[in-house]
């Protein structure tokens, strides 16, 4: 009886083997040899479905389409490599930008868009569908000009920094996702 040989991996796209620094992964839901791509190669393709708008103020990417062509499972965002998150999305924070906001619009599809706030560059982004908006979201459930972003120093030259929401008369008014609890003052 022969003895079974262990499957031998390699990257799908580029058909080679796992190389110092460009680890294999499996980011869907394939199974079996098709599972396997370097990090590097899934990043590549990632890229070329990105498409981005880079301002001083705002930097807005959309990914379409962040499923596999063969499972048609949804790409995840991140991979853990020896205990370490690595997101296999890219986008640019702005060099000059000492404080900074990445924003995340959520949808039912599989296309995905991460907006990039310079607060070092202006302190006050306009949010909505409208062209005078620096952040745009492209919904019939937004506002030309639903909200704005803040960031406020309080008391002043206190280096004491908070993020203000402001909704802006907005037919459906402003909604926001917190993923853990906020403290409130009095008042």
């Known amino acids: 009886m022969k003895e079974r040989q262990p499957e031998e991996i390699c990257c799908r796209i580029c058909l080679s083997e796992e190389e110092p620094g460009n680890p294999i992964i499996s980011p869907c839901d394939c199974i079996g040899s098709v599972k396997y791509i370097h990090l590097n190669c899934i990043s590549e393709w990632l890229d070329s479905k990105r498409h981005k708008k880079e301002t001083p103020y705002v930097n807005s990417y959309i990914w379409r389409g962040l499923e596999c062509e063969i499972c048609k499972g949804a790409y995840r965002d ?3 490599i020896n205990g370490k998150v690595l997101s296999l999305l890219k986008y640019v924070i702005h060099p000059n930008a000492s404080q900074y ?3 995340e619009s959520v949808t039912n599809s599989t296309s995905k868009t991460i907006h990039v706030v310079n607060f070092s560059a202006r302190n006050k982004i306009k949010v909505g569908r409208g062209g005078c908006c620096e952040v745009r979201i492209t919904d019939v459930s937004v506002s ?7 960031l406020i120093e309080h008391p002043p030259k206190s280096n004491n920094w908070h993020l203000g929401v402001s909704d802006e008369r907005s037919k459906f008014g402003t909604l926001v ?4 609890p906020i403290p409130l003052s009095i008042g």
Do not use: P
């Open 144 to 150: 030309r000009h639903n909200s704005t972003f803040s």
């Open 101 to 103: 906001m990445i924003i």
């Open 78 to 80: 991140e991979v853990t």
């Open 177 to 180: 996702f917190v993923r853990r």
